[in-house]
Structure formats: C-alpha cells, structure tokens
C-alpha cells in the first residue's frame, strides 16, 4: 500500500479549470473516530461546474484557496475509524461530496459516503447523475405516466439517464440532441421523437408535432431551446432548469421581449430550478431504486468512449465534456486496471 496518494488541488482563480489547478502528493493517513478511508477506482467528471468552481464563479460554494476539487467517486474502503459499524475494508463505497471525487485516496466522515453493491464505473454514475436525474422527475417536474417530456442535451451524462427514467414512468419521451449519431443513441433509448436542434427547427418540431404543448420540460442548455420549451407548455407545464450550459462565460445575451410571466400565467404553467444539493433528503431512496432499476436490467448507463486514466486524466476528461463531444457519462479510471 503505497503511503501517499495524489489529488488535484485548485490553487488559483482561473479561466479554466486545468489553468487553476495541480496535481499534489498528500499523506495517507489513518481513519479518525467516525471516519472511513477509501481508496478511489473512478470517478466522474462535472465540467461546467469545475469550471466555475476554477472561476470562483458558483454562487452557493465559497471556497477558499487553495482547495481540493471533484465531486464524484466510488471505490473500495481500506480502513475505517473508531465506532465506524456499517463499514469494513472490502466495501464499495461512493461519495458525491464536493473535494471528494478528484484524488486516489479519500478519508472523510462514514456519514459522507453511501454504501454501494460493487465499486464499479455503473454503481458511480447512478449514484450521482442517476440520483439527480430521478429527483429532478419527480421532486421537480412531478412527472406522471401518459405525460409528454422534452429532454434537452438527451445524449449526455444527465440526459440519457433523463430520457430512460421518463420513459419507464410510461412518458411520451423528446429528446433533443445534435447529429446523427448523438439523435440515433437517444432513439435507442426509447424516445419516441428525437430533435437534432443541428439540423431542424425545436420551436418548428414542436409546433407542428406536439399542439398539444409539453407537461414537462427539462433544460440544461438554456438560449434557444429553453426558449422553444417555455413557448410550447402545455396548461399546467412544468419547465425544470438543471443548468444553462450555453452560458458558461457568465455574458447571458439581451432579449427583448415579453417577460416570461406572459409565458406561463394563462397556462397555469411554472418554471422550477433543479438544484441537487438542496434536494438531499431524497438521495438515500433514489439511490436505491436506481440500484435496484440496474439490477433488473430496466436502466443502462452508458459511457463516452473516449477513455481517460488516472488523475492526470481529469484534464482532458473535463475538457472533452466541455467540447460537446461525448455521448453518455464522462468517467475517469483511476488506475489502469480498473480502465475499461
């Protein structure tokens, strides 16, 4: 067992978040009374919100440098502290803590992990991007079966988890994406219409295939597809904002036009932000219904197949997020065994 371990350190306020941070080498130290140490296989990536964490641009997280960085990891617990009972070495164990994901090692309070059946790739991302996207559809949109959905960016990490659930719930599933290849793997998903916003119109489609307007929207992207969604809900709509991905420099374009209460009041409709963090005391229960979805096969979690190994592939991880490439969620293995 090697005695120390490496972590990526942001250590200034910078453009990007590979300019803000570094790789440092730390001690490993024991567990402490109610603690756990676990020794990290993956971990998943959240670009945007690396990038303005590097930026020191994200409201509800102050941060003093320097700071440890990452938010998302699995792997298996190596030693745990004192009056510590629902954890022995061997266990997977998974945190969704921010400075918990990007580093080899982590020694935290028991409290902020969850217990996982295997420390795998799937068991992370279902823990993480699985429970947010279950507790966006029924804590926020209120989704019910017969409903019609719009899921923007549905080829993503959020996105193909979104569409997957929404489509189990028994929801008439559209998903919007861009190209041929990103709108062929959201159909595969079973959304019954997929968008490629490259290539049509989102306010067109939805005009002409969907009079009878959207129960439930999600957006991540913002602009023109936020747009497109407020215009086309139905009475009593619900519109859920899990991000503005298209506004990542900060600089939100001018628009003239009627404020969105002309949009909504006559439906009845709303737009409700999505924000995780302040959702967790559903957590526990979403994870379990997820694990238990993938166990009986129900719900598949598919990765981007561009592969990144070890810290040092956060970097490029991040980046290859932020390029709108990837298909699925973006992961890092931490050591090359575990890459797959």
């Not at 969604?229 to 859920?240: E, P, Q, T, Y």
């Amino acid at each position: 067992m090697s005695e120390t371990y490496r972590a990526i350190r942001l250590t200034r306020i910078a453009p990007s978040f590979r300019e803000g941070s570094e790789i440092v080498e730390l001690p490993l130290t024991a567990p402490g009374p109610g603690e756990i140490r676990v020794r990290n296989l993956h971990c998943g990536v959240n670009a945007i919100f690396d990038t303005q964490i590097a930026r020191n641009a994200v409201d509800y997280v102050k941060i003093a440098l320097p700071t440890f960085t990452g938010v998302e990891a699995i792997g298996t617990v190596e030693a745990v502290g004192a009056d510590v009972t629902d954890y022995a070495p061997g266990d997977a164990a998974v945190t969704v803590r921010f400075t918990g994901g990007y580093r080899e090692a982590n020694v935290g309070a028991a409290v902020q992990f969850a217990k996982a059946p295997a420390a795998t790739r799937e068991y992370l991302a279902l823990a993480s991007t699985g429970v947010s996207a279950l507790v966006a559809l029924e804590r926020i949109g209120e989704l019910k079966e017969g409903e019609t959905i719009a899921i923007s960016a549905a080829a993503g990490g959020l996105g193909h988890l979104l569409v997957q659930l929404a489509v189990l719930k028994g929801a008439r599933v559209i998903g919007v994406a861009g190209g041929a290849a990103k709108c062929a793997f959201v159909a595969s998903l079973g959304a019954e219409r997929v968008i490629d916003y490259k290539s049509e119109d989102v306010d067109a489609v939805l005009a002409a295939e969907y009079p009878g307007g959207l129960d439930v929207a999600v957006d991540t992207v913002s602009g023109a597809i936020f747009d497109a969604f407020l215009a086309h809900l139905a009475n009593h709509g619900r519109l859920v904002v899990g991000g503005a991905a298209s506004d990542l420099e900060g600089r939100p374009e001018v628009v003239t036009g009627p404020r969105i209460a002309h949009a909504i009041y006559y439906k009845g409709a709303s737009v409700r932000g999505f924000m995780n963090g302040l959702l967790t005391p559903h957590w526990a229960e979403a994870r379990e219904r997820l694990f238990a979805l993938y166990a009986e096969g129900k719900l598949k979690v598919h990765f981007d197949d561009e592969p990144h190994t070890g810290i040092e592939g956060v970097f490029g991880a991040v980046e290859r997020l932020l390029s709108g490439r990837s298909m699925g969620k973006v992961v890092v293995d931490l050591t090359p065994e575990q890459a797959i």
